[in-house]
């Protein structure tokens, strides 16, 4: 069994500040290792557990920037740096889908460093009529290539809005938001043992998980992916190759192929 893993930093146990990769500064430098560690070996905790359960095959895709040592790595996970797109490696060969480090998308009260891809640009995010944040939109990826979306690590808020969105999804709530900043943290290693053994439990439970997906309008462009800014000047305009601007804070991607779509809105 192949597993793609995608990976992020918010929803990391012991992690409840923004990335700022432009401070150079010694304390920031320092802050930014030891956040790429505890995400790494959170990783590798899921992909033990996978293995544990018979997986074959994992592939780990860095979702957010800079944020994984490789040389820390599981020396059985292959992995992908740098993609094309946020979606690299997701393909039909793929079997089942985890996340590990999510977090719960734009204006969630009691979400760690919760955001929809930029938390300076973005209010919100739609597939259609279906609002979503980053964890939302993967799912659909890879329910696109009829892969299960079936385990996910991250921050309580992350783990319900999964459990909403998907029936039967595993997840490993690694801490618990009081606030944006703010959190109750399991320590690395509870964290790191919870998601081993949620990991090892997914593979068993892979045939009960739909691969998810919202239903295409009637018509076409049949997938709409809206971006609700946080800007209030932007000028109607359609480029003609599908993203078009609809209000003065709000533009879409459209299309008939939702991973097309997706890709628009994610690069
Ligand atoms: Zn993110």
Redesign the pocket.
Known sequence: MKVYVFS???GVAGIEEWDDRTDQSYANVLLRRRNQHLLTQELNAAAAGAFDAGATEVVIKM??ADSILFEELDERVKFIRRGVTWLQGLDEAVDVCFFVG??SRSGTADGVLA?S?SHKDVKAWYVNDLEVG?IGVAALAAGYFHIPFAFLAGDAAACRETQALIAHVVTAPVKKGYGTHSALHLSKEQARTLIRQKARETLGKVPEIQPFSVPPRATSPRYVFRQVTTYTNLETSDDGKGTRVIAPDTYEHYGDDLVAVLRRGTY
């Open positions: 992020d930093m918010e979702g957010h999510a977090h955001h891809w980053e």
